[in-house]
């Protein structure tokens, strides 16, 4: 039933649409053949031609063209009380010429008017695609930390002998077993703090932060990973190369993530023996940060990708990574204010500099 109704409005909409059509043709041909056929009103049949391209298909519109074409010309002949001119057939060949060209004209704006339609259509289509993708990846990613969690709390039970004896080389299969869910567990929060961090932004609890202390301390902490690789890393605090302060106001706990990231992401792609440094520099507005390596460099084709999220293939690595470090490192740079970028070093003949700076704290400005 409500079919029918939907059928029978449609009907009666085309109705309405034929017979607006229908007047305008009559109103212009009246127009026409009750005034001297030196008058051309063909011209007007173009804005009707225009209407039924925009309502019909290209049919339609081929007929109501042929139409005015068909009228235009027999204004020459009928009625017949008047002498041809020449001037007269041309004015109303041009004015057939004239609807031609806008009937044509009509039909290329209507089917370029549906490929945009089409397009947006597919745009959109493949933007809600991808929202529920993400969305799906945040559930799933949300959902992983649970039975992460168990296993780890579970396997540690059996290392304390909760469950029974456990001989060492059990123990040593334990805390492997741990330090892999335990890897997987930071790349879950990792991906988790992405997708927050894209939907909501980053939440900063801002203090006063000292950039050499963080940094000094992330290195202490990853002491163990760079000796596995016999890779040194050091501090450059300036023209004077003695220890000094850089001051910025963020959130401890988001930088020190980010140096985590970059230190990290130098160890691996360094080679054995090789060596990283961290340099401190203080600008006027501005506290910068570069991480060197003496790697293998950056593909000049790779420069645009290297923030992207899951984006890990600019080098040769020792170590394969999840590919959203830098990605993470981006966005909490930038909710700071500031800017982080990566070139190719030319003081060496291999290697890569990752930098970042943050605006200046000044302590004065609270006072």
Known sequence: MAYGKAKSLLNNFRLSKTLIITSIFITLGILEYSTPNNYVFGYLYSGAILIVSSWFGEVVTLQATLLAITLTMLNIWIPGREVIQVSTVANRAIASMALIVTGFLSQRLRKSQEAINNTKAKLEAQEKLAQLREDFASTLTHDLKTPLLGAIETIKGFQQQEFGMVTSTQQQ???TMIRSHENSLKFVETLLDVYRNDAEGIRLNSTPVNLVDLAENVAASLVTLAAKRRI???FNYGESDFRRSLWVLG?????????TNLLVNAINHSRKGDRIEVVFESQSSY???????????ILPEHFPYLFERFYQGYSDRQAKGSGLGLYLSRQIIAAHGGI???ENRIDVETGAMFAFKLPVYLFQQTR
């Open 173 to 175: 299969v334990l805390a």
């Open 232 to 234: 040194h890393i050091s």
């Open 251 to 259: 959130d401890t706990f988001q930088l020190q993530r980010v140096f």
């Open 287 to 297: 506290q910068l940060v570069k991480i060197l390596d003496t790697g293998a460099g």
């Open 340 to 342: 982080i970028w990566a």
